[in-house]
């Protein structure tokens, strides 16, 4: 294992009907709460009126603030920061999947960036790193809807720059939750095809690690990220089976969690190719960020048994450890595995084609090549690698 240091704050509280604790929870932090979501819960009706209710039994007043996209906007925290100090809130509440989280975590932070522009938070470029990342944050509270980005329980907010349709990212320490709680039945009503993408976010999380690994973490780390992939791949099928079954609701959730939290990756190299490729897919077509990985994972294990060898070999190893057998069959039952669930698995299903893919390239490198004018991963990718794994997703 390589040497690493462990932090992580967040107190987890799991469990069905957990939901119940969120007012007592959120009093302990504030009294005048920010409830961040997506601009349209018209499916969260009855869950938002519970909170409210919860939160005005402990005394907490709550003020909503339902602006978050699929695909958040720096923009859209903007909104949020102008609603939240206009209010005064104290603590903030994220409601919803990685986006409405990650648009709480922003809004958090920004209502303590003081008068700076929010977009100096964000990194925009591997390369030119010109942030002024935030040292504080209101305490935060997050509810997960969907089991997939892991961030009630991380540092790092994902949102897009609106003016220049690119992903950028924050990390910072002041951004773990003070508390997620994570509720079963918060997952209950998600709609099959979010389902599907969120299960397939989670294994990309351990994908990138696994892929990307090397012989140091075989013992330890391997074996739980196959755990994790495994896991998730058996639980899926049930959840899509019985919709209500909070036993499987509540290891999809979990699994999303500790997928990201730093437990399985910890001494192991952190590389996300793939998370790069797919971010600048979602950003210019507005593709659901799973689905982009979906599509680039079979794509990355054909690129890596094309090149055979030591760049295949962590691919090599994951086929045999979960689909048991050769690289290439395991790419094509991998796929089918996530389409059978309705996922798209090529890119040219979001509308991209062959003129599209050094365009998509390019600004891979512009974000996320570092300054060797490689893409981290192991081994480095180039910028014709790049194009080479979205001609292979088309």
């Known amino acids: 294992m390589n040497s690493f240091e462990y ?3 967040v107190r987890v509280v799991f469990g069905e009907q957990t939901l119940n604790r969120v007012g007592e929870t959120v009093a302990a932090y504030g009294k005048q709460a920010l409830l961040v979501s997506y601009r349209n819960v018209s499916f ?3 869950t938002i009126d519970r909170i409210h209710n919860l939160l005005e039994r402990s005394g907490v007043s709550c003020v909503d603030c339902f602006v978050a996209s699929a695909n958040p906007l720096i923009e859209e925290a903007r909104e949020g920061i102008e609603l939240g100090k206009k209010h005064g809130v104290d603590v903030v509440i994220g409601l919803g999947g990685g986006s409405a989280m990650d648009c709480a975590k922003a809004i958090s932070a920004g209502l303590l960036y003081g008068e700076q522009d929010i977009r100096n938070m964000f990194v925009f470029s591997h390369t030119e790193v010109k942030h002024i990342p935030p040292v504080k944050a209101l305490p935060m509270v997050m509810i997960p809807t969907l089991p997939a980005t892991g961030s009630e329980m991380n540092l790092c907010a994902v949102l897009t720059d609106g003016s220049t349709r690119r992903k950028s990212y924050i ?3 002041c951004l773990y939750p003070q508390v997620a709680i994570i509720d079963p039945e918060m997952t209950v009503s998600l709609p099959p095809y979010q389902t599907a993408c969120g299960a397939i976010d989670t294994i990309a999380h351990v994908a990138e690690a696994y892929f990307n690994g ?3 973490n075989l013992i330890l780390q391997d074996k739980m990220e196959e755990g ?6 058996e639980t ?3 959840v899509m089976e019985n919709p209500n079954d909070l036993q499987a609701r509540g290891v999809m959730l979990w699994a999303a969690s500790i997928a990201l939290n730093g437990w399985v990756n910890s001494g192991t190299m952190i590389f996300t190719p793939m998370h790069q490729l797919g971010h600048v897919l979602s950003a210019r077509f507005g593709a659901t960020h799973g689905a982009t990985l979906a599509c680039l994972m079979p794509a990355w294990m054909r690129f890596r048994a094309a090149q055979g060898g030591e760049a295949a070999r962590r691919c090599e190893q994951f086929a045999r450890k979960i689909f048991d057998c050769p690289l290439l069959e395991a790419a094509d039952k991998f796929e089918a595995w996530m389409r059978s669930f309705g996922v798209q698995t090529r890119i040219s299903e979001f509308g991209v084609t062959k003129d599209d893919v050094a365009a998509l390239a390019e600004q891979v490198r512009e974000i996320s090549f570092n300054g060797d004018d490689v893409l981290g991963s192991y081994p480095a990718i180039t910028l014709e690698d790049v194009k080479t794994v979205y001609t292979l997703a088309l």
């Open 228 to 233: 994790v992939i495994r896991s998730v791949m």
């Open 214 to 216: 090397n012989d140091s």
């Open 236 to 238: 899926l099928p049930v």
């Open 44 to 46: 969260m009706t009855k």
């Open 7 to 9: 932090y992580n704050p």
């Open 171 to 173: 990390w910072a320490e």
